[in-house]
Structure formats: C-alpha cells, structure tokens
C-alpha cells in the first residue's frame, strides 16, 4: 500500500454514509506508524506473525501440504525428503531470529521457495521411476538447485551461501536412507530424525512433529548456546519498546497511560532518594603501604 495515499482512503472511508450491506473492506499492509488513526479504530485488526520454535515452523510448513501432493509422487522416497526440505525450510527461517549470528544479512525466504524444491524433487524421483533406472539420487544437483537457485537465489552474502550449502550436505544425501544406521539432524536434549517408515500418512507426521520441543536450543542450528543469550535480549528489548509505542502520549480518557507523567514520576522518584557520598579515593589509596591485587581491583 502506498503510505502516501492512506490520507486520501481515509477521506474516502469517512465519505461513505450508506454503505451497503454486503460491503467490506479488506487492506493487507505491514506495520507503518502512518496509517490513519481513524481507519485503525474502526477496524477489525488481524496480525499474522512467523510461527516461533523449530517445531512449529515445521508444522506450519506441513499444513499447506495435501495428499495430492504425496500422491503425484509414488516413489518411497519422497516423503522422507519432503520432511528433510520442510526441516531445512523451518532451520533457516528460525536462523533469523538470532539476529547477526544467523544470517549477516535478513532474506525472506517464502513458501513459494520450498513449494518449488518439493516439486522438483517429486519430478527427479518420477523420472527416475518413469526410465526404470536403480541408480543413486543426483543428490549434487538436488543440492545446488535447491541451495544456489531456489532459495540461494535471496542469498547474497558469500557467507550466509556458505551456511546453506553446509546444511544440505548435512541433511541431503544417501545416508538418510541408510537401513544400518539411523540418520539424526542433531540429538541436542531430543533426537531430531526423519518419520520412520511406520509413519505413512499426514496425520500420522503431524503427530510426529507435535512431538518436537517447544524451545529449540542453539545447538540444533549448529550455533553456540550463547546465541540464545542474544536472542531472548532482543526479544525482551523488542517487547519493551512495544510497550512503549503502546502507551499514550498525551492525557486522554479516565484510566489512560501517559507516558510523560509515568517518566516524571520515576524521575522525581530517583531525585528524591538520598545518594551515597563519593569515595576519596586519594585518601583511600594512600592509606595502603602496598595494596594487595584485591584492593587493586577494587580501586
């Protein structure tokens, strides 16, 4: 929507007396401070935000699947990398929550995007079907499609192509059908691991992804628990500042917040409480002969 021209909508909105009964007005737009106030008040508000946690990603990816599209690919094979595309898809959606450590730079990465690896991993399993071939997956072409066309195509940080290319040789390749050892994405406090083959059916995988941890730890995503410290920080910051813009700035109605008496009070309120005197610190030091490394520290 064009900022410049939500004044003019407005007018128009206000304009219509008689509407008619069956008429509505629906206006998709992302968070701007120049929406008008009039508009917003009138309106029935419905935000859609980014699902949080790893299995919740991996759900929400999942709900958009039908069985019609598990059915235009018979081949054993394609349910489990489905699972695989929709666990890379929900990794590096959730890398973007850790600010700078995930990604050196934000990127968008749509359903559009996994939409298009899954069909093209559907179209390699039927052509291999089709020719009656036994031979391995091109699982170095599936990777450089997926990872440098589809959604390294956003990518433009050498870097952050670096990463992606690291997690699709970690997660695609034969070794995540090998029958003699299990393949695991990562086993920090759950063993994450692709649906067994008792697992046949959409019900049954949502039920398996339901299992999955609420909170994530860094550890899955291959970066230091310390990220975490950087992520709940900024999701408090972001949470305050909120807040904030929330609360009114001038007085109206009974009941209501104003910020500025708010910041006066806490003012006065530091104002008005008694502080400690300075230390002499000349005085202090010279009554040591030789201050010992504590009392060096302390100085």
């Not at 309106?43 to 999942?62: A, F, H, M, R, W």
């Not at 008792?198 to 550890?219: C, H, N, R, Y």
């Not at 500042?241 to 104003?258: K, P």
């Amino acid at each position: 929507m064009l900022v410049s021209w939500l004044k003019t909508l407005e007018r128009i909105y206000e304009a219509i007396t008689k509407p008619d009964k069956a008429f509505r007005l629906w206006l998709t737009t992302a968070p701007t401070d120049k929406f008008p106030l009039g508009i917003l008040q009138k309106s029935l508000k419905v935000v859609t935000e980014p699902p949080d946690g790893l299995g919740q990603n991996i759900k929400n990816t999942y709900s958009r699947l039908s069985e019609d599209v598990f059915d235009g690919c018979t081949q054993h094979q394609f349910r489990p990398m489905v699972y695989v595309l929709s666990f890379f898809h929900a990794v590096i959606q959730e890398r973007k929550k850790f600010g700078k450590i995930g990604w050196n730079v934000t990127y968008d990465f749509t359903a559009s995007d996994y939409e298009i690896s899954y069909k093209l991993i559907s179209m390699y399993l039927n052509k291999a079907m089709e020719s009656g071939e036994e031979e391995e997956l091109p699982w170095d072409t599936l990777r450089y499609l997926i990872g440098e066309a589809m959604y390294g195509g956003r990518v433009t940080d050498d870097c952050d192509r670096r990463v992606m290319s690291s997690y699709l040789l970690e997660y695609m390749g034969g070794f995540i059908f090998d029958s003699n050892q299990r393949f695991f994405f990562a086993k920090t406090d759950f063993e994450y691991v692709i649906p067994g083959d008792d697992i046949k059916t959409s019900e049954q995988t949502m039920e398996f992804i339901e299992a999955i941890p609420l909170v994530t730890p860094p550890g899955v995503f291959g970066l230091h628990s310390n990220a975490e410290i950087t992520y709940y920080s900024n999701a408090a910051k972001e949470l305050w500042v909120n807040i904030l813009q929330m609360a009114t700035s001038d007085g109206g109605g009974a009941g209501g917040v104003n910020r500025e008496d708010i910041i006066l009070e806490i003012a006065e309120g530091i104002q008005a409480k008694t502080l400690p005197e300075l230390y002499d610190e000349y005085n202090i030091r010279k009554s040591f002969d030789v201050p010992s490394p504590t009392q060096i520290v302390l100085l």
